[in-house]
């Protein structure tokens, strides 16, 4: 399988290149060149398969024949050891709970999926490879985990001073070792900026043996499409669910997209933001205007300028009415997402994470229209990672904590502060 570049369609790289490298010199993002929608044969059996099948068996008509079959088998085996259980929290209403990995939030397919992945890539290279990530909470914790103690990487993380939960906050610096967290004083956008104005320069790229592992990377994107086959499936046969989609960085969304093309049946997008709410408008519009990004109790959705807008558009053809025919935008604020995580709690026992409450919101504006689609809402995050808010509304000690986040919270914090400027990030390189 080759890639080519949103900004350049005729610039073709092998997935070595698009993976290691993450980003072509254009400024662009790497896209499989041709996606083919899953055989016959899948569709025979993929509602019996493990999640780790499934996953095998989009992984593979995505990526070709870049990996071995027993390489890529042993890749998704390794990295997908969790499960992703849809939960039916209300009628035509269910909940796809993507916590259940080791850092508690969805982030957890991707990183773990890419860090093997760049392992077997660099099988036979032995030169140190720096992954830079850019965090507004849960990618930051997740890389984090899945590459410590890797021999051959380390991580420099840029977080928001400010801007991430005290949870989230200590998934990302108390692992030590190739692990490294600079506070920038700075929205995430501009951590997103540092990191992307450090790759754009070619020399310190090669240099440093620079990657990314922020949804940039294609390789993030590719595990996050194996749970949209999963959560269809859970349903009855015959209904095509109404993916609502909490969404900040749109790494999910274009997942779910990509998830589309290789067949899965959707009956819609809905794209649900906080005040953040740059795609929204855009689908409203057509104009496409970031803002700087605001804070808000749903952090992790706190971005201004989404980088996986450039997929969506190239995956829509840059036609914006045939994108809002797919895709609903809607966007909340902090005041009704603490009101949907009460009200998600009395009327029926399931505790929702303020994400997943902004989802929760936006798939009843859904069902105002259309109240018989199966809606499933993406809750990216465990609640405990926001037990602040959570606690506000629902009363302390209402959110059990799981042991394995618990156990960082008397952790000492270790991060070098840095401004936003994209520089800092040299003296760490
Ligand atoms: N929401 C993210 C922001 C980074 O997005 P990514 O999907 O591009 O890694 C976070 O939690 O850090």
Redesign the pocket.
């Known amino acids: 399988m080759q890639f080519y570049s949103t900004n350049n369609k005729d610039l073709r790289v092998d997935l070595k290149e698009a993976v290691i490298r993450s980003l072509p010199a254009d400024n662009g993002l790497y896209m499989p060149e041709t996606i083919t929608p899953l055989p016959a044969s899948f569709w025979e059996n993929w509602r019996e398969m493990s999640l780790p099948e499934l996953g095998f068996h989009v992984a593979k008509q995505i990526l070709g024949d870049s990996i071995p079959e027993d390489a890529l088998r042993d890749i998704v085996n390794e990295a997908i050891n969790f499960d992703a259980p849809v939960v039916k929290i209300a009628e035509h209403t269910h909940v796809l709970e993507l916590f259940h990995g080791p850092t508690l939030?969805f982030?957890d397919f991707?990183a773990r999926f890419m860090a093997r992945t760049m392992a077997y890539l660099n099988r036979d290279d032995d030169s140190m490879l720096t992954v830079l990530?850019?965090?507004?909470?849960?990618?930051?914790g997740a890389v984090a985990s899945a590459f410590h103690n890797v021999e051959g990487t380390r991580v420099i993380i840029l977080y928001p001073k400010g801007g991430v939960s005290d949870l989230q906050e200590k998934q990302l610096t108390t692992l030590g070792g190739n692990i490294t967290a600079l506070e920038v004083d700075g929205s995430?956008d501009d951590c997103?900026a540092m990191v992307k104005a450090n790759f754009l320069d070619r020399d310190l790229m090669e240099k440093y043996n620079l990657t990314s592992?922020?949804?940039?990377n294609i390789s993030?994107l590719i595990p996050q499409a194996f749970y949209y086959f999963n959560a269809a499936r859970q349903l009855e046969e015959g209904k095509e669910p109404v993916f609502v989609i909490p969404s900040?960085?749109f790494?999910?969304l274009t997942a779910g997209l990509l998830a589309q093309k290789l067949g899965l049946q959707v009956r819609h997008w809905v794209a649900a933001t906080n005040i953040n709410d740059t795609v929204p408008r855009y689908l409203a519009d057509g104009n496409y205007e970031p803002l700087p990004s605001s804070p808000t109790i749903s952090n992790?959705?706190d971005?201004g300028a989404p980088?996986?807008f450039a997929r969506m558009k190239d995956l829509f053809g840059d036609d914006w009415e045939a994108m809002r025919e797919n895709i609903s935008g809607l966007a909340f604020g902090d005041d009704e997402t603490r009101e949907a995580i009460k009200a998600v709690k009395a009327n029926t026992g399931y505790t929702i994470d303020p994400h997943g409450a902004v989802g929760i919101l936006a798939a009843e504006a859904w069902h105002q229209a259309s109240p018989e689609d199966e809606c499933i809402i993406l809750e990216t995050a465990h609640p405990s990672k926001f037990l602040p808010t959570m606690e506000e509304e629902l009363g302390k000690g209402s959110v059990e904590i799981p042991e394995r986040l618990a156990c960082l919270a008397d952790l000492p914090k270790e991060a070098h502060q840095v401004s936003n400027d994209p520089k800092e990030v040299q003296k760490f390189l």
């Open positions: 939030a982030k991707g990530v850019a965090t507004s909470g849960d990618t930051g995430f997103q592992a922020n949804s940039i993030r900040g960085n790494g999910n992790a959705m971005v980088s996986n």
